[in-house]
């Protein structure tokens, strides 16, 4: 009780108490005295990561592989805390397909879309359940036994209530270089990097703000409260139709209604549409069963209470030519989705929104940095980099993303190179063949991360470099450390859909890929592209492709290549057989480093041996003491 007068009063004379009074304002001239006062006491790491879910855990785990000093702050009791309530219907959504008749690892993890990387192979999702769209309850206990068998450093029961950065050096006109956050608890920390991985934090309620209107994350689940009712469900993505199929067994009548028209999974390719797990409410709608999907912009529209009924009705009557049952409700519930938590960064740090018109993500840049060095933005709301083309708003995808950012940070303030492959160009396609028929993470994170095969024409060797951000090609050098010179050359992989993949009026089931190799350009399933640069693209050929995409309307990858070698989509990706992949990667690989990679079998090196005093380029392995007579074809060359 003392303590809480003693608080007020702190409070009301404007002397400050982290985490409680809500007074710090980084605007304010006193802020860098007051924040270097704080920081005395602070709990002090390299890294500082925002959130114990999903991308906050995986981005840890990479830490601490690295031995970076590193804590993780989350504000609740229990790792993934998010997974605790949602999905509100508590099915997953995401797949989880445990057999894939494979005993390839890799492989295996491009259809395993809810595990993080790690190096336990006891902690792979489908160790937990066979069930393809699991329980949200089985994600809750592998997050927990991820975080815990991990020994992962993370600060519960801690929720971040302010982030900024102040001059720690007290320099006259310095610039602030230092992290600091303040918390509920009291406890006040300090970093040189900020993660932000705190997801979409907080519901996007679009204006439907009166009390009588359930949102999705506090709607009652109890089935009775919705027999023989008349329900409104406002929205028309996944959260809408999942709480459709929820209530449709009880429900008198369900009407969806949004501005926006139902976008299929299955159409688009793009996972955060609508999934075929939950449209099984449009079954009920176009078999006329007292259900309906309706259309109607939600920015001119609201919700009242009709006076004699006491039922909601939508204001300004629905005109008879819109499609919707009735307009006395006796249950409204919003399915706005969900915005990121933009409140707790001060006006030094606040990135401001991605999008003009969203308050979905927060601005970041390609390297999922801000414009404040040493703020980035990880999983969930770092979408907006690939919102709508790829995978990178879950797990699947963003566990590479992380991946990807870990090597960026490694680079830029440890220098520690990009991981990267050595291997001779002479069978290069075989290696090339393999991984493309493996890798995981540009299969999950297909035109946003790419495999980059840098090719030596003087020494004749490869280096691979695995899941690279495509859109940051241009800073290869600068990113990864690897020293290009005019001996080296780029080939970039990339895995694309074609142009007519999908979207409204194409019958996506009939709309097979071609099977000619001559057509492969015009391939419409997934599919590998090959890009060669005889130097590496700049800045101003990546900003051509903005301008690209605005003019044309297609989404293009990458800028216009020196040469590029198209495969064709294969439904069980493989693309590893003799003619149509080995025999014609190795000579477009011929081709542009102008170089002879034939591999020649011992009894034709044995006989070119005899009938000549120099040996093809493809005996070399014989020359190098390999086969009969090896000794005198090693002398013969040298």
Same mark, same amino acid.
């Given at each position: 009780?003392?303590?809480?007068?003693?608080?007020?009063?702190?409070?009301?004379?404007?002397?400050?108490?982290?985490?409680?009074?809500?007074?710090?304002?980084?605007?304010?001239?006193?802020?860098?005295?007051?924040?270097? $006062?704080?920081?005395?006491?602070?709990?002090?790491?390299?890294?500082?990561?925002?959130?114990?879910?999903?991308?906050?855990?995986?981005?840890?785990? =990479?830490?601490?592989?690295?031995?970076?000093?590193?804590?993780?702050?989350?504000?609740?009791?229990?790792?993934?805390?998010?997974?605790?309530?949602?999905?509100?219907?508590?099915? *997953?959504?995401?797949? /989880?397909?445990?057999?894939?008749?494979?005993?390839?690892?890799?492989?295996?993890?491009?259809?395993?879309?809810?595990?993080?990387?790690?190096?336990?192979?006891?902690?792979?999702?489908?160790?937990?359940?066979?069930?393809?769209?699991?329980?949200?309850?089985?994600?809750?206990?592998? *997050?927990?036994?991820?975080?815990?068998?991990?020994?992962?450093?993370?600060?519960?029961?801690?929720?971040?209530?302010?982030? &900024?950065?102040?001059?720690?050096?007290?320099?006259?006109?310095?610039?602030?270089?230092?992290?600091?956050?303040?918390?509920?608890? #009291?406890?006040?920390?300090?970093?040189?990097?900020?993660?932000?991985?705190?997801?979409?934090?907080?519901?996007?309620?679009?204006?439907?703000?009166?009390?009588?209107?359930?949102?999705?994350?506090?709607?009652? +689940?109890?089935?009775?409260?919705?027999? %023989? $009712?008349? @329900?409104?469900?406002?929205? $028309?993505?996944?959260?809408?139709?999942?709480?459709?199929?929820?209530?449709?067994?009880?429900?008198?009548?369900?009407?969806?209604?949004?501005?926006?028209?139902?976008?299929?999974?299955?159409?688009?390719?793009?996972?955060?549409?609508?999934?075929?797990?939950?449209?099984? =409410?449009?079954?009920?709608?176009?078999?006329?069963?007292? /259900?309906?999907?309706?259309?109607?912009?939600?920015?001119?529209?609201?919700?009242? @209470?009709?006076?004699?009924?006491?039922?909601?009705?939508?204001?300004?009557?629905?005109?008879?030519?819109?499609?919707?049952?009735?307009?006395?409700?006796?249950? !409204?519930?919003?399915?706005?989705?969900?915005?990121?938590?933009?409140?707790?960064?001060?006006?030094?740090?606040?990135?401001?929104?991605?999008?003009?018109?969203?308050?979905?993500?927060?601005?970041?840049?390609?390297?999922?940095?801000?414009?404040?060095?040493?703020?980035?933005?990880?999983?969930?709301?770092?979408?907006?980099?690939?919102?709508? $083309?790829?995978?990178? %708003?879950?797990?699947? %995808?963003?566990?590479?993303?992380?991946?990807?950012?870990?090597?960026? +940070?490694?680079?830029?303030?440890?220098?520690?190179?990009?991981?990267?492959?050595?291997?001779?160009?002479?069978?290069?396609?075989?290696?090339?063949?393999?991984?493309?028929?493996?890798?995981?993470?540009?299969? #999950?994170?297909?035109?946003?991360?790419?495999?980059?095969?840098?090719? /030596?024409?003087?020494?004749?060797?490869?280096?691979?470099?695995?899941?690279?951000?495509?859109?940051?090609?241009?800073?290869?050098?600068?990113?990864?450390?690897?020293?290009?010179?005019?001996?080296?050359?780029?080939? !970039?992989?990339?895995?694309?859909?074609?142009?007519?993949?999908? %979207?409204?009026?194409?019958?996506?089931?009939? /709309?097979?890929?071609?099977?000619?190799?001559?057509?492969?350009?015009?391939?419409?399933?997934?599919?590998?592209?090959?890009?060669?640069?005889?130097?590496?693209?700049?800045? &101003?050929?990546?900003?051509?492709?903005?301008?690209?995409?605005?003019?044309?309307?297609?989404?293009?990858?990458?800028?216009?290549?020196?040469? !590029?070698?198209?495969?064709?989509?294969?439904?069980?990706?493989?693309?590893?057989?003799?003619?149509?992949?080995?025999?014609? +990667?190795?000579?477009?690989?011929?081709?542009?480093?102008?170089?002879? *990679?034939?591999?020649?079998?011992?009894?034709?090196?044995?006989?070119?041996?005899?009938?000549?005093?120099?040996?093809?380029?493809?005996?070399?392995?014989?020359?190098?003491?390999?086969?009969?007579?090896?000794?005198?074809?090693?002398?013969?060359?040298?």
């Amino acid at each position: 009780m003392a303590y809480g007068i003693m608080l007020v009063f702190l409070c009301i004379f404007s002397i400050v108490i982290p985490g409680n009074c809500m007074m710090y304002d980084d605007s304010k001239e006193d802020f860098d005295k007051q924040a270097r $006062k704080a920081s005395d006491a602070a709990i002090h790491h390299d890294y500082c990561v925002l959130g114990a879910g999903p991308a906050g855990l995986q981005m840890a785990y =990479f830490l601490k592989s690295s031995n970076r000093d590193y804590i993780v702050i989350e504000r609740n009791n229990v790792s993934g805390s998010y997974y605790t309530t949602m999905p509100r219907h508590r099915t *997953l959504i995401s797949i /989880n397909k445990l057999y894939t008749g494979r005993d390839n690892k890799l492989f295996n993890e491009r259809h395993d879309w809810n595990s993080l990387l790690s190096d336990d192979e006891d902690l792979l999702f489908g160790k937990y359940t066979e069930q393809m769209f699991p329980s949200a309850d089985y994600m809750v206990q592998y *997050l927990s036994d991820y975080s815990r068998k991990l020994k992962l450093n993370i600060d519960y029961n801690t929720e971040v209530t302010y982030v &900024s950065k102040f001059n720690k050096d007290n320099k006259m006109n310095g610039e602030p270089n230092l992290f600091i956050m303040f918390t509920k608890t #009291q406890k006040v920390y300090t970093c040189n990097k900020v993660l932000a991985a705190t997801g979409w934090a907080v519901p996007h309620k679009a204006g439907f703000t009166q009390d009588y209107i359930w949102g999705y994350e506090d709607m009652d +689940l109890d089935l009775a409260k919705y027999r %023989g $009712k008349h @329900v409104l469900i406002i929205g $028309k993505a996944n959260s809408a139709f999942e709480t459709a199929n929820h209530i449709r067994d009880v429900a008198a009548s369900i009407t969806v209604l949004s501005g926006k028209r139902a976008i299929l999974a299955w159409q688009t390719h793009y996972v955060g549409d609508i999934r075929a797990i939950n449209s099984e =409410f449009i079954d009920l709608y176009q078999l006329k069963s007292l /259900n309906i999907i309706a259309q109607r912009d939600a920015r001119n529209m609201s919700i009242v @209470v009709d006076p004699k009924t006491k039922k909601y009705i939508i204001s300004n009557d629905i005109k008879e030519s819109d499609e919707v049952p009735t307009n006395q409700f006796d249950v !409204v519930i919003r399915c706005t989705g969900f915005k990121w938590d933009s409140k707790i960064y001060g006006s030094r740090v606040a990135p401001g929104n991605a999008f003009p018109t969203s308050e979905k993500f927060p601005k970041i840049n390609q390297d999922f940095q801000t414009n404040t060095p040493g703020l980035y933005f990880i999983g969930t709301i770092a979408h907006s980099l690939d919102f709508r $083309k790829s995978a990178g %708003g879950f797990i699947h %995808g963003y566990r590479y993303t992380d991946k990807a950012l870990h090597n960026i +940070l490694e680079h830029r303030y440890h220098g520690v190179n990009w991981p990267s492959t050595a291997i001779p160009l002479r069978g290069a396609e075989t290696y090339m063949l393999k991984r493309v028929s493996e890798m995981a993470g540009p299969y #999950q994170m297909f035109s946003f991360l790419a495999e980059v095969y840098i090719i /030596n024409k003087e020494t004749r060797t490869v280096h691979h470099f695995a899941e690279y951000p495509i859109r940051l090609i241009h800073r290869f050098q600068e990113i990864t450390g690897f020293n290009m010179t005019p001996s080296t050359v780029m080939i !970039v992989l990339n895995l694309e859909y074609g142009k007519t993949f999908g %979207g409204p009026g194409y019958d996506v089931l009939n /709309n097979v890929h071609l099977p000619v190799t001559e057509d492969a350009h015009k391939e419409t399933l997934l599919h590998p592209v090959w890009y060669y640069y005889a130097t590496p693209p700049t800045q &101003s050929d990546m900003k051509l492709i903005d301008i690209e995409e605005a003019e044309t309307g297609y989404k293009v990858h990458l800028p216009i290549p020196d040469d !590029v070698y198209v495969f064709l989509g294969n439904v069980l990706t493989e693309w590893n057989y003799s003619k149509p992949h080995s025999l014609q +990667l190795r000579r477009w690989l011929e081709k542009i480093t102008g170089t002879d *990679l034939r591999a020649m079998a011992v009894p034709t090196c044995f006989k070119a041996s005899l009938m000549s005093d120099k040996l093809p380029p493809g005996c070399n392995g014989y020359a190098l003491g390999f086969g009969v007579f090896s000794q005198i074809a090693k002398e013969m060359n040298g």
